[in-house]
């Protein structure tokens, strides 16, 4: 095996271990060129990317393009195809109860980071733990306090500049997770979205991040440095347990 990917499948199971995520994290590879497709993908049919996500995470390797993905806003930000006039003008969101002022929606829109129409060929997505190739993009959805330290740690990659969120509250997988991500070489988190929490198993206490592979290394390097002290300590809850303790006296 080579050994970047044994790398890759050392790295998932790191995070899993170490933050006791609950599922997989998932690499994301954004093909642009002609390549065959992985004879283990599964090619998703009507589905949404996050549903593609939710399917890496739980341990399936599948594929998704321009034909098969079922989300209108997620297809128009891979640039499959073109944004609805009805999701284009903030009429949608209103219908759907997201907003009241179809302005409001319009604008969520207009500023929605997207890539270039038509460049984008499939998207390629696989549990980290179980990689067979080295991807653009790492998605980990999970309880919030368990993405905390990977934000952490990311911010000690980075030198310690504070960490951007960037979110409409809309497309949390594709395009707060994946596409700013894939854009700006950066990591970016958001609170989830109407879409994703509808469309799929995630949780009411869970949300989603990604980052860049090149930022991978430094990331494990310091959760790990996490788990020894910072991370055990904080869940042990020993000041909270004082303070009741005080109270109780």
């Given at each position: ?7 890759l499948?050392?790295?998932g199971k790191k995070?899993k271990?170490?933050?006791g995520?609950?599922t997989?994290p ?13 004879e283990?993908?599964v ?5 949404r990317?996050?549903?593609?996500l939710?399917k890496?995470?739980h341990g399936?390797?599948v594929?998704l393009?321009?034909?098969?993905i ?7 930000a891979?640039g499959?195809r ?5 999701l284009?003008?903030?009429q949608g969101?209103?219908?759907f109860?997201?907003v009241?002022?179809?302005l ?16 984008l060929?499939?998207?390629s997505?696989?549990p980290?733990?179980h ?10 959805e ?6 905390m ?8 990659a980075?030198?310690g500049?504070r ?7 809309l497309?949390a997988?594709c395009?707060?997770?994946?596409i ?6 950066r990591l ?5 979205c ?10 009411p206490?869970?949300?989603v ?8 290394e430094?990331i494990?390097?310091?959760v790990?440095?996490l ?9 042990a ?5 004082s303070?009741?303790n005080?109270?109780?006296?």
């Amino acid at each position: 095996m080579d050994a970047q990917i044994e790398t890759l499948r050392a790295a998932g199971k790191k995070l899993k271990d170490i933050l006791g995520l609950s599922t997989s994290p998932v690499g994301v590879r954004l093909v642009f060129n002609p390549e065959p497709v992985s004879e283990q993908a599964v090619p998703l049919h009507q589905h949404r990317y996050c549903q593609a996500l939710m399917k890496a995470r739980h341990g399936q390797e599948v594929t998704l393009d321009g034909e098969g993905i079922a989300c209108p806003a997620a297809a128009a930000a891979f640039g499959f195809r073109e944004l609805p006039a009805g999701l284009k003008s903030g009429q949608g969101l209103v219908g759907f109860g997201i907003v009241s002022d179809p302005l409001v929606g319009k604008t969520m829109f207009s500023n929605m980071p997207t890539l270039e129409q038509g460049a984008l060929i499939r998207l390629s997505l696989f549990p980290l733990d179980h990689a067979k190739e080295i991807p653009d993009i790492i998605v980990i959805e999970d309880e919030v306090e368990k993405l905390m330290w990977i934000n952490l740690a990311y911010l000690h990659a980075s030198g310690g500049d504070r960490v951007q969120g960037s979110t409409a509250i809309l497309q949390a997988t594709c395009v707060d997770s994946t596409i700013i991500p894939f854009l700006e070489n950066r990591l970016n988190f958001g609170m989830g979205c109407y879409g994703c929490r509808e469309a799929t198993d995630l949780g009411p206490n869970e949300t989603v991040v990604g980052f860049p592979t090149v930022f991978l290394e430094k990331i494990i390097e310091h959760v790990e440095f996490l788990g020894q002290k910072a991370i055990p300590n904080s869940r042990a809850k020993k000041v909270f347990s004082s303070l009741e303790n005080r109270e109780m006296e």
